[in-house]
């Protein structure tokens, strides 16, 4: 079969391009669609226009794995040529083709430079009538993006993730990611500090910092950890308004970056750790640090207004009702702003895939429905200290509902016909993982002159409009366990 937009019209192949996993991948997806977008190819999100369909995979854990072969799965019956990115295309290689007949290339996770030619490739053959067996997939990943890499922001909103390092030096018996994304391999300061530029001159407002081990960042070109001198830089140079700082390792948070983030008043304070467990013998089965309460103890004494994000992994091979036992107090008495929890899954190719002492899959469920409850209890208790107190909040968008129509799936009765309002974050929120701030236009009093308006804008006060990726200062009045719901202060 041959393409009709190529072969028809002389016009270049739509692209549709799908995206899982995490915001590292996302911003692989972003470089990829900037590369194909800059040789003049028309992108779409939406694949029932797409000549050729590209997904960027993930399996990093056994659900992201299936959810990628869900996504392929469904686009193959369709009868969507395939070109296989990420993860999937990095592990398989080429045993996806056997999978997923339609599969025209695999392209790794250190291979984002080779799309264009993959693509013209592809294009090529498809004109012919031929189908294509590409493998563009290095054993050992190496290549980063830069500043200097097309990319093409896919996301609405006023944030854009920066990946300031690929790869991680830490080999956790649980974690697939080394063996997919290879060693670290930082950027330079300069060239992060002037990605940051052009994203902040393109209407960017948070700087979100990712890669798979932030703290690590510069121990492989600089030879020592240079993040302390990264978010001076970042802070100072870029123009930001607000700076997050994501995926911090344990026994990599000092004191000295903890000063850095505590002095810059764009730096948000908000840590993200990932501390997986807290009894010592799961820990160094795990082959994590178990320094975790002095981690924390650190982080509270330099940011004692500050949020703390972690991540915890409930059922791994070994785990007996004391070591569980052990976390969930650790988790009641730590009480953390934010709090996710996964049940391990064992992954082919990893150390804790061998493991004995496997603990069963319902085990691993109660576990973590109890780390959930007991979070969302805390997580309520915290919200509630913030009633009646005033934060900044960032605009992310204005939410429009149409006639009669339930604001959310748990709400019984629909609201009264066309209700707007406004959706942000605070400081404590970071972009897609955790709670959000509200503004329902319908509980702003009515002394500061309210006037309905489309989805430009709202005037809240006389004078004054409210545009995404605006800072304003707003009331808390209500919360639930994850959000904050408030009016203009």
């Not at 990319?151 to 993730?161: A, E, K």
């Not at 639930?480 to 009016?487: G, R, V």
Request: charged letters at 30%; aromatic letters at 6%; proline letters at 4%.
């Amino acid at each position: 079969m041959k393409y009709p937009m190529q072969n028809k019209h002389k016009k270049l192949p739509v692209i549709g391009i799908s995206t899982l996993g995490c915001p590292k991948n996302l911003v692989d997806t972003e470089n990829i669609v900037g590369i194909l977008h800059a040789a003049g190819y028309p992108i779409t999100t939406d694949q029932t226009k797409a000549d050729l369909s590209l997904v960027n995979t993930c399996t990093f854990i056994e659900g992201s794995t299936n959810e990628s072969k869900e996504v392929l799965k469904d686009l193959s019956s369709q009868g969507k040529k395939l070109i296989i990115t990420g993860c999937m295309a990095q592990r398989f290689k080429g045993d996806l083709f056997s999978e997923y007949s339609n599969a025209q290339a695999v392209v790794g996770t250190g291979n984002i430079s080779d799309i264009l030619e993959v693509v013209k490739k592809v294009t090529a053959n498809l004109n012919k009538g031929k189908d294509s067996r590409i493998i563009k997939v290095d054993e050992i990943p190496m290549a980063v993006a830069n500043a200097s890499t097309p990319r093409l922001n896919t996301q609405i909103g006023p944030s854009v993730y920066i990946k300031i390092a690929e790869g991680c030096d830490h080999r956790c018996a649980f974690c697939i990611i080394p063996y997919l994304r290879g060693d670290m391999k930082s950027r330079t300061i300069e060239d992060i500090v002037k990605e940051a530029k052009i994203q902040v001159t393109n209407g960017a407002k948070e700087l979100v910092l990712v890669s798979q081990d932030s703290t690590a960042y510069g121990t492989d070109i600089y030879k020592r950890r240079a993040l302390a001198d990264l978010l001076r830089a970042l802070a100072d140079e870029s123009g930001a308004q607000w700076i997050r700082l994501m995926y911090a390792y344990p026994t990599e948070m000092d004191e000295e970056m903890l000063d850095v983030i505590a002095s810059k008043k764009n730096i948000v304070k908000y840590i993200d750790i990932p501390l997986q467990h807290a009894s010592s013998k799961v820990l160094k089965s795990m082959r994590r640090p178990s320094t975790v309460r002095d981690t924390v103890n650190l982080i509270r004494k330099k940011l004692p207004n500050g949020a703390i994000r972690t991540t915890l992994i409930v059922g791994f091979p070994g785990e007996t009702e004391e070591d569980f036992n052990e976390l969930y107090n650790f988790v009641k008495e730590t009480r953390f702003d934010r709090v996710g929890v996964f049940t391990y899954s064992k992954e082919k190719g990893t150390p804790a895939n061998d493991f004995k002492n496997q603990v069963t899959e319902d085990i691993k469920e109660e576990r973590r429905e109890k780390i959930m409850l007991l979070q969302q209890k805390i997580s309520l208790e915290k919200n509630k200290e913030f009633i009646g107190k005033e934060m900044e909040m960032l605009v992310e968008y204005l939410e429009h509902h149409g006639k009669g129509e339930a604001t959310s799936p748990q709400q019984e009765t629909p609201r009264r016909a066309s209700p707007q309002r406004i959706v942000g974050r605070s400081f404590r929120d970071a972009p897609e993982i955790d709670g959000q701030l509200y503004i329902d236009l319908d509980v702003i009093p009515t002394k500061v002159g309210i006037q309905k308006t489309d989805l430009s804008g709202f005037p809240v006060k006389p004078g004054m409009t409210i545009q995404p990726g605006e800072f304003i200062k707003v009331k808390v009045i209500d919360c639930d366990e994850y959000d904050l719901f408030c009016t203009t202060a």
